[in-house]
Each structure stands twice: as structure tokens, then as C-alpha cells.
């Protein structure tokens, strides 16, 4: 088996070497001796012996290499030509040396398929056998990572789940579902880690950066890191999708603001030349609020009111003029006929009316009256986020009641009203409702127990200082609505 191997090595060796010095021989015009015969022997046909055989276990191999090589009667291997008709055969040598790298490379390819199949990568012998392929592999290994963090989190293993996530991503950056949810992982513990991957995604990915920084702002959001809403707020009111500023995110700027008291930011947006008109108006009235008496900025907010056909604009001043306790007039005007809002947030402003007035009568007849609906997503989510911001437990229970005779659909779709839910239970301070929320959010879901528990403890002992970030990353996907108004509930303790 050794001669075997030793033979064949240097056969393809001698193919290139013996075959490069005869085609000198024959160009220099024959003029020296023939460099693969014996110098000592005539150079005449079956008289001469051969030079290349002379170290091989097995001289007739050669014959692969130069068929002018025959075996005489008396066993010696000789040149069955003269000198002067020796020649080249570079057919033979492309012919054994391609044979040879394309045995060693299906061997080789073969042994690869098998070694990575076993590991578990989920490879093709294609992917193997074309280098034109070999790209792929990345894509390979990012798919084994994947079912690895897969696996990881069934499991209850999130600091493995992260880790191989990561390789996924790492391995695979043009996978934006892999990087959305890697980025959505890291919010919780390693929120500079989020953004960084966030960033990624919103510089790769621009014909999806609404999705991203949607997903973003929601990560922000949750942790109360309002200073990073503001540039990803301002980005999207400056580059709409569409060319349409979406109403969400001329909220989103406008309520950064307020928590971070960055009035420049207002300033410098409300400057861009290339802002829509609608939202500069808004934003320049908010400039001059704080500078204004009280009944001034009543005559300002009702002016802009007056003429406003957008329905967001509408709903934020109505809810300014409630800052302002201006009950009657926002009463008046949600009253009137026409105008750009929806039903919707008409029946929460007016719930919103008389819970600030202190009509309790009134809120409950409305309240109860909205029960009497079929259960939908937005009607939950409007009670859930009137009772977060003005807690009633009665009014709570009565909730409660509806959603055990009506309840929202199984599964992990109703998963973020069910979040809401139980958030509201906390923020009333209803402990045996929040525990009952905990048990249906527990049977819906697989998800970790420990953060809905820390949660509920959180919420019913919040107190002075209580931080609404600090449970809010453990309470995701929460409605944008719900999350508003548990800021509003629970504001920002004062500093020192």
C-alpha cells in the first residue's frame, strides 16, 4: 500500500517534470541528449533504458505517463523509440493530473459532507462540491445557530439562547428577522448591546426601517430611555414612509419631549425646512405654551383647535386643554358634530372628562354601557388604558367580569391585551385580580413566569419613587396606549 502511494505521488509529480523536459528537449531542436534515457546506453529504440522508472516500486505505471515506455523480453523496462523520436504527452499528464485533483477533491468534498452533517449543519453535497457555493455555508451555519437558540429558549436557557443568536446574526446579517429579534432580546439586559443592533439594522436595511424603528422606539420606550427616542422620532418625521408622517411618531417626539424637557429638540425639528407643515404647526405651538399665562395658552389651544382637520392634532390639543382643566369646553367640543375625530377617542376623552371632574355616576354609567359591546382588542385596550390612568376598582372587577363571560380569542395573539390586563390589575391595586391575570397570561403563553411575578409585585407595591421602566421591559408587547398612560400614571420621581 506504501509503494502504491509513493508510486502514485511521484507519477504526477514525473507527469509535469518529464513532460516539461522532453518539450525543452524538442524545442532546443534535439541538439542534447534526450533527458529521460540513460546516458550510458545507445539512445536507440529497445536498447535504452528510461530514467523516470527508475525509482518506481512498479515501473509499468509509467506507462499512464509516456506509453513509449515498454518491457523487453529479458524483464528491463526500455524506450520502445530512438532518441530523436522521443516526445511529450501533455495530454496524458492534464488527463492523470486533473484525474488525480478531482479524486482527491470528490474524496475530499465527500469527507467535509459527512463531518458537517454529522455535527448537525444542515448542508447540501452541492453546497460541498461548488466552490461557487461555498458562500453559502455562513448561511449554513447561521440556520444551525438559529435552531440551536431555538432549542435554548423551549428550554428556559436565554443566556444560551442570546449567545447563539448572536452567531446567527453574526454569521447571517442580511437575516433581518434573526437581527429583530436579537435586537428585541438584548432590551431587557443589555440594552446598549439592543441599540447597536437596532442601528445595524436601520443602516442595512433601508427599505424596512419603519419596521425597525418601530421595533426600536418600542425598545426605548419600555426603558424609559427618552434622550434615544427623540433622533429616532425626529428621523422619521424628516424621511416618512410614503412621504406621509405617521401620526404615532408625531406623538412619540412630542411625549420624549416632555419626559427629557429637551425644548431644543423641539426647536431644531420644528426648524428642518423639509418637515411637513401639519407637524411644524403643532410643534411651533408647543414652543410658545410654557411662555404663555394660563389663560392664554387657553386661547391659543382653542384657536388652534378651531381650524385643526387632522385627527391627531385634534385629540392632542383637547387632551392639553384637559391639562388645563378646561373640563367644559373639551365636553363642548367633543359635543359638537363632525370634525376629524374618531369615535373612538371621543368615548375616551369623555371617560376621561368625567373622571377628572370627580362624576363618578356618569364614568361608571359610560363605562358600563361600553361593557355591554362585544369584546373586541380596541375596546379592551381603551378601558384597559382609561383605568391604568384613573384606577376604579369597581370598575376594574366589572372589566374583569366581561372578559371571564366574553373572554378575548386563545392564544398568543391576545397575549398583549392580556398583558394590558394585567397591568391595569396592578396599577389599581387589585391583588387578587392582578394574580388571576398572572395565571391566564401563564396558561396563554410559555413565556418566563418569574418576570410577570416580579411584575405584579412591583406594581402593587409601588410607592413613592416607583419607577414604571423598571417592570415595563417585562411586560412586552404591551399596547403603545397601555404603555402611555402607565408613564402618565406612574411619572418620573423627582431627581435628588
Known amino acids: 500500500m506504501t ?16 513532460n516539461t523536459r522532453k518539450t525543452w528537449h524538442v524545442v532546443r531542436g ?31 505505471r509509467f506507462r499512464t505517463v509516456c506509453p513509449l515506455l515498454e518491457r523487453r523480453g529479458d524483464g528491463a523496462w526500455v524506450c520502445s523509440v530512438d532518441a530523436g523520436r522521443v516526445r511529450p504527452f501533455w ?19 465527500l469527507l467535509a459532507f459527512g463531518l458537517l452533517r454529522g455535527i448537525g449543519y444542515k448542508v447540501a453535497y452541492g453546497q460541498m462540491l461548488r466552490p461557487d457555493r461555498w458562500s453559502e455555508f455562513r448561511v449554513v451555519q447561521s440556520k444551525f445557530y438559529l435552531e440551536r437558540a431555538s432549542e435554548a429558549r423551549a428550554a428556559a436557557r436565554p443566556a444560551e439562547a442570546l449567545l447563539a443568536l448572536s452567531n446567527a446574526f453574526e454569521l447571517n446579517p442580511g437575516d433581518y428577522a434573526t437581527g429583530l429579534l436579537l435586537a428585541q432580546l438584548y432590551q431587557a439586559g443589555q440594552p446598549v448591546l439592543s441599540d447597536g443592533v437596532f442601528a445595524r439594522l436601520y443602516r442595512e436595511h433601508p427599505e424596512r426601517r419603519e419596521q425597525t424603528a418601530q421595533a426600536w422606539y418600542r425598545a426605548l420606550l419600555s ?29 412619540a417626539f412630542l411625549f420624549a419631549v416632555r419626559r427629557t424637557g429637551d ?38 389651544l382653542s384657536s388652534a383647535l378651531a381650524g385643526e382637520t387632522d385627527a ?18 373639551v365636553w363642548n367640543k367633543l359635543a359638537a358634530t363632525g370634525g376629524p375625530i374618531s369615535d373612538r377617542e371621543k368615548t375616551r376623552l369623555r371617560l376621561d372628562v368625567l373622571a377628572k371632574a370627580g362624576n363618578n355616576a356618569d364614568r361608571a354609567r359610560l363605562f358600563r354601557q361600553l361593557l355591554t359591546l ?11 388604558a382609561h383605568l391604568v390612568l384613573h384606577p376604579d376598582p369597581a370598575l376594574l372587577r366589572a372589566l374583569g367580569e366581561k372578559l371571564a363571560a366574553d373572554p378575548l380569542p386563545a392564544g398568543e395573539e391576545s397575549y398583549p391585551l392580556l398583558l394590558a390586563w394585567f397591568a391595569a390589575c396592578g396599577a389599581v391595586g387589585d391583588e387578587a385580580l392582578a394574580t388571576q391575570a398572572a395565571e391566564r397570561l401563564a396558561s396563554v403563553t410559555a413565556r418566563d413566569s418569574r418576570a410577570v411575578t416580579y411584575a405584579r409585585r ?27 398612560a402607565l408613564y402618565e400614571r406612574y411619572p418620573a420621581p423627582p431627581s435628588g
Do not use: K
Not at 91 to 109: E, H, K
Not at 374 to 384: C, G, Y
Not at 460 to 482: D, I
Open 3 to 18: 509503494g502504491w502511494i509513493t508510486d502514485v505521488m511521484r507519477l504526477g509529480w514525473g507527469a509535469l517534470y518529464w
Open 30 to 60: 534535439r541538439r542534447h541528449r534526450c533527458p529521460c534515457q540513460v546516458e550510458s546506453d545507445s539512445g536507440r529504440a529497445r536498447e535504452t533504458g528510461c530514467e523516470a522508472v527508475v525509482h518506481l516500486r512498479s515501473p509499468a
Open 91 to 109: 495530454g496524458r499528464a492534464v488527463l492523470l493530473l486533473g484525474g488525480s485533483f478531482l479524486a482527491v477533491y470528490l474524496l475530499a468534498t
Open 223 to 251: 426603558r424609559g430611555d427618552f434622550a434615544a427616542v427623540l433622533p429616532v422620532a425626529r428621523n422619521r418625521l424628516l424621511q416618512p414612509e410614503g412621504g406621509r408622517v405617521s401620526s404615532a411618531w408625531t406623538q
Open 263 to 300: 425644548v431644543a429638540a423641539l426647536e431644531r425639528l420644528a426648524a428642518a425646512p423639509e418637515l411637513q407643515e401639519p407637524v411644524r404647526r403643532l410643534l411651533r405651538l408647543e414652543q410658545t405654551l410654557p411662555a404663555l399665562s394660563a389663560s392664554a395658552r387657553v386661547e391659543a
Open 312 to 329: 391627531f392634532a385634534a385629540v392632542h390639543l383637547l387632551r392639553r386643554l384637559l391639562e388645563e382643566n378646561r373640563l367644559q369646553l
Open 374 to 384: 362585544p369584546t373586541q382588542p380596541a375596546l379592551v385596550e381603551l378601558l384597559v
Open 458 to 484: 412591583a406594581l402593587l407595591e409601588s410607592g413613592r419613587g416607583f419607577r414604571v421602566e423598571t417592570v415595563l421591559p417585562l411586560l412586552q408587547p404591551l399596547p403603545l396606549e397601555v404603555i402611555y
